[in-house]
């Protein structure tokens, strides 16, 4: 389901999120099999310009996927 997050009165008591977070190759290998090179990641201040506020609904649930890199 594809919903345009930033034209929507919807509101949801659920979202489940999965940004493509930023974050820096400590690797001495470098960035071949780094994300980066496959899609775009965001940093923060994308994130803070995303309208969770008004998709919420009262009470919610916020699930957010998150990758730590080993």
Known sequence: MY????NT???YEVILS???WDFKT???AG???NANQHY???GIDWLKTLPIKQLQHLDV???VGLQIPI
């Open 3 to 6: 919903v345009d997050i930033f």
């Open 9 to 11: 009165t919807n509101k």
């Open 18 to 20: 999965d940004f493509p």
């Open 26 to 28: 400590y690797s001495q």
């Open 31 to 33: 960035e071949g099999r």
């Open 40 to 42: 775009s990641t965001q």
């Open 61 to 63: 649930l916020g699930l």
